[in-house]
C-alpha cells in the first residue's frame, strides 16, 4: 500500500515543481515509507511514497510504458495481475518490472479509460497519457483506497489525502459545514464530499478524465440490486458456488512478497477468513486480535476459541480505556474528519502491533455483513416494515425484543419506547432511506449542540430526501433489502468503515488491510441472490453461514451477532477527571471562538459524561463528535499547518 499526489496544470498554467510535489507526498510517509519517486513533464506532476510489498526490487514508481508515453503511480494492490500480464505478455507487451503496477499502462494502451473494468484490486491510481496530455483519477470498486482533489489557482492537486493538497500551500483550510452536518447524520459526508470546503472526494467505482481546463467523473462499477440474471442451479448449488469464490477471493489476496496475517474478531467472518488462509497458504498463519476490559464490549473468550481450533499463532492485544484518550489526537490527524464513535482508534493501535510484530499485510473479514446482510439494521428494517403492513398486530412487542440482545441499555427494553423509535417513517416503507431513519434520528441529536447559526443551516437539511437524491437508482423496483444494502455500502461502508475506520487506521502504521468479502465478483454473486439467501426469517447471513460451515466451528457460526463497537465517552474520564484532550478541546473560550457549537451545551454534555449519566448512543456519539471536530479544528485549520 503506498500514497500518491500530483498536479495537473492546464496549458499556459504554472508547472508543477519538484519541492511542491515534495512537500506533498512526503506528507503521506506514513502510507508508504519504503520510499519516494516522481515524474514530471509538461502538463503534469506525479509523486509516489511506496510500502514495498510485491516486487521489492523493481517496483518502485512511477512506472511507465514501452514508449515512456503513458505514466503511473497508484495506491493499492492489483489482485490479478499475474493473469493480466499473461493475456497483455500475449498480445506483444513488453515488461520491465514483476510488480503489478505495470499491467495498468499496457492495459491502458489497450482498452483506453475502460482499463479499471478489467481489475481485480483495491486502488487508487493516477495515470498520465503524454501525447493526449490526459490526466485519469481512478478509484476501486467499493472505497477502500481514498482519492481526494481539488483545483487551486487553475490546476488541479490531488492526493491521497487531504493533508497532502494542503501541503502544496495554496489553500487556506476550513471545515465545510454541510459535511459536519451531514456527520452528524450518517456519520460521514455523503460520497463525493470531504471534511474540508472545496476539497472532494472521487466516489468509488469512478473515474475522472482530466483535459485541458475540463474534467468529467463517470461511474464504471455499481452495486446493482436489479437483478437481471439470478444465480443458476438450486440453493446448495449456491452455497457451493459461494464457497469457491470466497476460496479464490482469498488466494489472490494472499499474492505478496512480504508475510500475510490475519485479524481475528472471534465472529464468523474474520473466522472464516482465516480458516481460509490457513487451508491455503504453505506458511504459519499469523492473527492479530483486539479485546476490551469491559464485558459489553470483548469478544476475546471467541477469539481464544477460534485461535486453538486452527492451532494458530494469535497476538492479543488489550485496549483500556486510556489507550483510547491517549491516542484519539493522533487519529484524528490520521482520519482527516470529525468520527461519532471512537472505534477506530483501538483498531489503529491494533495496527501498530502488527507492524512491531514484522507485517505490513492482514486479510480482514469487512464488507461481509454490507454483503451478505450480517448486521442488525437490516433485520430491524424487515421488522420494521413487517409491523407497517400489520399495525394492530400483537406480534410487534415480541419481533422487536429480538433485536439487539448484546446492549446493555438496548433500546428495545422499553416496548413504549421501541414502539415509538422504530415507527420512524412507517407511511412510507418504500422510501429510498427507510431502513436508516433510526440511525439518522439518533445520530442527528448531535445536531442540537451546533452554534445557533448551524443549527439553522442544519434545519434546512432533510436526511432522508437527501439520501434519496444521492441515489437515484435505487427504485421500488429493487428488493428493500437490496435497497438497504446498496445504502449502507455507499454510506456507512464507504465513508467510515473502509475509511475512517479501515485505510486510515491501518496506513497510520503502515499496515495494508485486504478484503476478500468485497472482491467484486462476490458482491455480485451476492447481489443477484434472492433476499431470503442472506436474510432468512431473521437469521442473518444465512448462505454465508453454510458456506463457511465447514471451516467454522459450530460455536462461532451460531453465535449472536456482535459488532465491533468499544467505550466512548467513559474512554475520556477517569476517577471522574476528564482527560487532558477533554480540558483543552472542550474549552469554552475555544469552543465558542472555533463557532461549530453552543459552549453553554457542551459543558452541559461534558458535565453529563463525566459523571457516567451519558449512557445512551446519542450523548456518546455527540461527545464524540464535538471532540473530534475540535481537535480537527486544533490540528488542522486553527495551527494553519498539516
Sequence with gaps: MCGIAGIFSPPGERPSERPDLERMIHSLRHRGPDGFGY????????????LSIIDLTTGDQPIHNESGTVSVVFNGEIFNYLELRAELEARGHRFYTTSDTEVLVHLYEDFGERFVEHLNGQFAIALWDAPARRLILARDRVGIRPLFYTWSRQRLLFGSEVKAILAEGSLTPRLDAQSLIETFSYWCPLEGRSAFEGIHALPPGHLMIVEGTQSKVTCYWDWDFSNPAPPRGNHQERVEELRALLEDAVRLQLRSDVPVGAYLSGGLDSSAITSITQRITRQPVRAFSLTFEDAEFDEGDFQRLMGKALGVERTEFCCKHGDIAAAFGQAIRHVEAPMVRTAPVPLMLLAQRVREAGYKVVLTGEGADEVFAGYDLFREAKIRRWIAGNPDSAWRGRLLERLYPYLANSPTRSQAFARQFFAAGKEDPQHTAFAHLPRIRTTQRSLQFLSAGLREESRKFDAAAALADAFPRVTPAWP?????????????????????????????????GRFPYL????????????????????????????????????????????????????????????????VEMLDAGRVRDAGYFDPLAVARLTEKCRSGKAIGFGDNMA????????????????????
Design 39 to 50: 515524474h514530471m513533464a509538461p502538463g503534469i506532476g506525479l509523486a509516489h511514497a511506496r
Design 480 to 512: 428493500p433489502l437490496g435497497r438497504d444494502q446498496y445504502i449502507e455500502a455507499h454510506t456507512l461502508m464507504s465513508g467510515y468503515l473502509l475509511s475512517t475506520q479501515g485505510d486510515r487506521m491501518a496506513m497510520a502504521n503502515s499496515i495494508e
Design 519 to 582: 472482491d467484486h465478483r462476490v458482491i455480485e454473486f451476492a447481489c443477484r441472490l434472492p433476499p431470503s439467501s442472506k436474510l432468512s426469517g431473521m437469521r442473518e447471513k444465512h448462505i454465508l453461514k453454510q458456506a463457511v460451515a465447514p471451516w467454522v466451528p459450530d460455536q462461532i457460526r451460531a453465535r449472536v451477532k456482535q459488532p465491533y463497537r468499544s467505550p466512548d465517552s467513559q474512554s475520556f474520564f477517569a476517577a471522574g477527571q476528564p482527560h487532558p484532550l477533554v
Design 623 to 642: 461527545f464524540i463528535g464535538i471532540l473530534s471536530t475540535m481537535t480537527l479544528h486544533a490540528t488542522f485549520i486553527a495551527a494553519g499547518t498539516t
